[in-house]
C-alpha cells in the first residue's frame, strides 16, 4: 500500500500586496484563501501569516476578524476545512506575524522556535507532527533571515533541532522561504540529515554523471591505476525552482526538502494571477510514501 498527498509551501507577504502602480497597497487575502484551496493540497506550509494586525483590521474592509491561519484553513463557502497551527517570528506595537501550517490530518504536535540571528531580523521554524495514514510525519515551516551568515547559523539551529528531535528513520518535510538564493545551504542539508529537494529528485542527471565516474574509477583500478576518491568526487549543487518575484520569477528562495517519500511531480504555479497575490510563488510538490 501507498499514501499519497500534496504539499505545498507559500510566502504569502502577510495577505497584503502593493498595486501595479506600487501606490497603494490592496488586501489580497480573500482572494489568496481561494487560490489556497484550489491547489487542493493535503499539508501547506506558510510563511509571513499575519496572526494580530490591528491597522490593516482598521484599513481594510473585510479585513478578517481571527487570524490569518485560522482563516485560510476555511474554505470559501466552508465546505471542507484544514487544522491549522501558528508561530509568531515577529511582534510589533499592532501584532505580530509568523509561519503556519495548514493540514488535512490530525496534528498531534506542534512547537515554534525563535531563529531570529539578530534585533533586525525576526525569524522562526514552526515544528508540527501530523498523523498520516498512522505514521507520524514531521513537519518544519522554516523562514529564514536575508543575511548569509545568518542563514548560516539558523541552519546549523535547524539541522540539530532535527537530529535531536526526529528519529532517524521518521518521515520529514522541511519546506518554506530559505531566503538562500545562491544554493550555499541545500548540499548541507542534503547531506547531514539525508533529505532529498523535491524538484532536484526529478532531475537526476547529476546522479547519472557520477554513477559513470565511479564506473570509470573501477576501470581504471582493473587495469592497475589507482585515483584518489575525492578527485572523483564532482561538485554537487542541489537544483531548486526560481520562485522570486513571482511576475517574473528569477531567485531560488522557496524550496520542499523530504525524507521518506518519493517525488512524484512538482512545480511552481505561475502568471499574473498568482502575482497579484504575493511576491513570492508557491511551490507544490506530489509525494508518495509506501507502506510495508
Not at 37 to 46: G, N
Request: proline share 5%; with cysteine; net charge positive.
Amino acid at each position: 500500500m501507498s499514501t499519497q498527498l500534496r504539499v505545498a509551501t507559500y510566502n504569502i507577504h502577510k495577505g497584503v500586496l502593493r498595486d501595479l502602480f506600487g501606490l497603494r497597497r490592496v488586501a489580497r487575502i480573500h482572494e489568496l484563501r481561494a487560490r489556497l484551496h484550489e491547489l487542493d493540497a493535503d499539508l501547506i506550509l506558510l510563511q509571513e501569516v499575519q496572526g494580530q494586525h490591528e491597522r490593516h483590521a482598521r484599513r481594510f474592509e473585510h479585513w478578517p476578524r481571527e487570524p490569518q491561519d485560522v482563516f485560510l484553513a476555511q474554505a470559501p463557502g466552508l465546505r471542507h476545512t484544514f487544522e491549522s497551527a501558528y508561530g509568531a517570528n515577529a511582534h510589533y506595537l499592532h501584532g505580530h506575524h509568523g509561519n503556519a501550517l495548514l493540514s488535512r490530518f490530525p496534528i498531534v504536535h506542534r512547537d515554534h522556535r525563535d531563529f531570529s540571528d539578530h534585533a533586525l531580523e525576526k525569524r522562526g521554524v514552526l515544528h508540527c507532527v501530523v498523523e498520516v495514514g498512522g505514521d507520524p510525519v514531521h513537519c518544519f515551516v522554516v523562514h529564514f533571515g536575508l543575511l548569509a551568515r545568518s542563514r548560516e547559523r539558523q541552519l546549523d539551529a535547524l539541522i540539530d533541532w532535527i537530529h535531536r528531535s526526529v528519529p532517524a528513520e521518521a518521515p520529514l518535510i522541511i519546506g518554506g522561504d530559505f531566503n538562500d538564493w545562491r544554493g550555499q545551504l541545500s548540499r548541507r542539508l542534503c547531506d547531514e540529515i539525508d533529505v532529498i529537494e523535491a524538484f532536484d529528485s526529478l532531475r537526476p542527471g547529476m546522479v547519472r554523471t557520477q554513477r559513470a565516474v565511479w564506473f570509470m574509477r573501477d576501470r581504471l583500478a582493473d587495469i592497475g591505476m589507482d585515483v584518489e576518491p575525492e578527485s572523483l568526487r564532482l561538485p554537487r549543487r542541489v537544483r531548486s525552482a526560481r520562485t522570486f518575484p513571482a511576475l517574473v520569477p528569477w531567485l531560488r528562495m522557496d524550496r520542499i526538502y523530504l525524507r521518506g517519500f518519493a517525488v512524484r511531480d512538482a512545480r511552481v504555479p505561475r502568471g499574473p494571477g498568482w502575482a497579484r497575490l504575493s511576491d513570492h510563488s508557491p511551490v507544490i510538490a506530489d509525494l508518495e510514501r509506501g507502506h510495508g
